[in-house]
């Protein structure tokens, strides 16, 4: 009711039309190059992510026994049928990687909803309740904090045992600090802003000041964050795939590709280094679209 | 000032035990019964079971069994390896010296890169150095550095020869092990070439390891020179006619200097870290590698305890930034 009010009474003051939050998001977003590259590339990835059986040339678990370490098209040797090369059993360097690429971003887009989730929840319960259930919370987060992810995700793996979704879970606990501290964050500053003593005062339950009143208000950091957190999610799921704890053979995942590549590493340099590439890239266009939100959605840097 | 250090030091003696809490919960998780792990394959009779679980207490309640713990950890006794038997706490510290030697080698390359990189960035601004400098430091902050290690390994040891594959020195040399840095082991003997081989085998781990902070660093300095730089009183300086290096050297830097310190020291974590899998790749002995072995064996009492100490340095080393950051600004020291 009042926003609409709002933009009926800027309609009236402005002459040109005027833009709506949406509208002007994009007009900020778009003028950063580098976050419309990282957007064009996320797009392209969840493309080949969704269609890996279609795209891909090969099935990435298929050993070509007559074709072992082959190299890239484009060298001596290499065959236009493999582009990228085989690896040590004859399997399609590429097509791993397409089908690679559906893994990291499911175990992106897992571990993410997974840690917003449980973050928002903790994050408004402390910024809300306040007192011994925000200073227990929070202890424990401190605690989360103390310890280096990747470590605490190793603990939890070894625990759990190596397997994608135990990965998956290590690394949405691990990122929950993170969105914990910012909810809760977020929540304090728009608890003393005056339409939640309004709402509190027309008889809003709590549970309605918290998800109706306050969260819709906190969301802009947490898409940073979330943007952001896919990157993470995408490096630790690798590292903990290349220490041998994420996907186990022969799962096409970037980071045991490279466990695997490791012996090899003197005599086909092309097994080593595309899935690396792959991640870099994937990791740089999620950093890139996280910086571009946060400047377009961040109203102190808008002018 | 010193009521600042206590208020800080009240905060840290609870996350301590909130981490012997977790470690210890954490360590009894694991499926499966750790006596029958410490048997391995052939077992034990019922009867040595029950021996052996009184023996090392696993018979009784689980809160005794915590305070037992955390007693033992008071008294700097983390329990023992179950494949050398050697005390955990003694194992760590013949290996710690060769990751903090790592870790010092790589915040140095990360600071003597980073710090001047976005200084000269945030001078000149929008020019083609700064765009350089912002792209180089976005492609580290996201690189994969276990790749970035085999990447250079393929480079500059196997292609290029420059340096060796892996490990800290040549296998011709014997140094003895005096204060456990190899660099200092080594100027202090007479070996001839033992120096230059420690430095040699040093380059590379830590250029791998001191890549994200570095970017991390670049960043941050670029950020606080910027807006250190749109002050008041550096226009005041500048209108004074003192000379433009000077203005930046001694009136924006120390100012500017605050938040890349906090940053700096907030490294250790990610140095750690890292660590782990840049020593894993370079064959580096140091606790990392200590780690993941002992994972890999399911060696748990040096996981929980390896654990333990690294939360543990990690909380000191924040709380020493904390009360540093309180020296340097005083705002900080009296807020509560």
Known sequence: MSTKQMTVAEETMVAPVPRTPLQEFWHYFKSNKGAVAGLVFIVFICFLALFADFVAPHSPSVQARDALLLPPAWLDGGSWHYFLGTDDVGRDILSRLIHGARLSIAVGIVSVTFSL?????????????????????????????????????????????????????????????????????????????DYVTSSRVIGASPLRLMFICILPNCLAPLIVQATLGFSTAILDMAALGFLGLGAQPPTPEWGSMLADALQFVQRAWWVVTFPGVMILITVLAFNLMGDGLRDALDPKLKQ | MFQFILRRLSLVIPTFFGITLLTFTLIHMIPGDPIEVMA????????????????????????????????????????????????????????????????????????????????????????????????????????PIFWWALLLMLIFSVNLGWTPVSGRIDVVYWIDNTTGFMLIDTWLSDEEGAFTSAVSHLILPSIVLGTIPMAVIARMTRSSMLEVLSEDYIRTARSKGIAPWRVIVIHALRNALIPVITVIGLQVGILLSGAILTETVFAWPGIGKWLIESIGRRDYPVVQGGILIVATIIIVVNLLVDIMYGVINPRIRHSH
């Open chain 1, 117 to 193: 989730f449980l973050g928002i929840l903790l994050g408004l319960t402390a910024g809300y309740c306040k007192g011994i259930i925000d200073t227990t919370i929070m202890r424990i987060i401190d605690i989360m904090l103390a310890m280096p992810s990747l470590l605490l995700a190793i603990a939890i793996v070894a625990i759990l045992g190596p397997s994608i979704i135990n990965a998956a879970l290590a690394i949405s606990i691990v990122s929950l600090p993170h969105y914990v501290r910012l909810t809760r964050a977020a929540t304090m500053t728009e608890m003393s802003r």
């Open chain 2, 40 to 143: 391995g394959e052939r077992g034990v009779s019922a009867e040595r079971h029950a021996m052996l679980s009184a023996e090392l207490g696993f018979d009784q309640p689980l809160y005794i069994q915590y305070f037992r713990y955390v007693g033992g950890v008071l008294q700097g006794d983390l329990g023992n390896s179950l494949v050398t038997r050697t005390p955990v706490l003694d194992e760590f510290l013949a290996l710690f010296p060769a990751t903090v030697e790592l870790s010092i080698c790589a915040a140095l390359f990360a600071i003597f890169i980073g710090l001047p990189a976005g200084i000269i960035a945030a001078v000149k601004r929008g020019t083609i150095f700064d765009h350089s400098v912002m792209t180089v430091s976005l492609t580290g902050y996201s690189m």
